[in-house]
């Protein structure tokens, strides 16, 4: 019983292949998506997160090859059927959100297929991969309301705070006009919104404060 259920449903022929297939596929759409003419010009959260979601659509378009390739073209119609229709009818979020949607619902169709394999390996690197991506939680501050002669010194201020409690700053944006700054940054995963608003209360002097607004990054 062991021997069939393996034989039928494991696949362990086709793992070894679908393995090497599935890790070229990720680190191919590294190269792309850590371009450094890209990457190295992001400006905003969407560009920053870009690259996860072209790594998860890497995790899609391997497993839409692999079930393909074993049981023919005409599931692949089916397959990019169902992602159009999650993505413009189905209220997601953002495109990462979508393609974990689509993942999500490609594995179980690889189950219904008798594809554990593909399902198994697929579910384990898309965890791992989460892990790993989202420890650190994406932020974008915008503060404004600056007195102008105490300008620099208070955006030196929020920043030597931000990197007290080991955040990493990604961009900076000084508006000396507008007597206001931008930062967006990644903090530790034990540091939450509420920490570090408390820091900014307890820790900036009263004379630097400026009213912070926040932009967090959706997972």
């Given at each position: ?14 793992l070894g ?187 900036i002097p009263e004379e ?12």
């Amino acid at each position: 019983m062991m021997q069939g259920f393996v034989q039928n449903y494991m696949g362990y022929e086709q793992l070894g292949t679908y393995l090497i297939s599935l890790f070229v596929a990720l680190i191919l759409a590294a190269i792309i998506a850590f371009h450094p003419q890209t990457y190295g010009k992001k400006e905003d959260i969407n560009e920053i997160e870009a690259p996860k979601t072209l790594i998860f659509y890497a995790i899609i378009g391997s497993l839409v090859g692999a079930t393909v390739a074993d049981y023919g073209p005409e599931l692949g119609f089916i397959f990019f059927g169902l992602g159009g229709l999650m993505r413009f009818r189905t209220n997601t979020g953002t495109s990462i959100q979508t393609g974990r949607l689509i993942l999500v619902a490609l594995i179980g169709l690889c189950c219904g297929l008798k594809m554990l394999y593909i399902a198994v390996i697929s579910t384990l690197v898309a965890w791992i991969l989460i892990y790993f991506l989202e420890r650190r939680t994406l932020y974008q501050i915008e503060i404004k309301g600056f007195k102008n002669k105490l300008f620099l010194e208070s955006v030196s201020a929020y920043r030597r705070l931000l990197k007290k409690q080991k955040c990493n700053i990604i961009i900076e944006k000084k508006n000396l006009d507008k007597s206001k700054v931008s930062f967006i940054f990644s903090s530790p995963p034990h540091l939450r919104r509420e920490s570090l608003e408390n820091s900014f209360n307890q820790q900036i002097p009263e004379e630097n404060r400026g009213s912070v607004d926040w932009n967090v990054g959706v997972k």
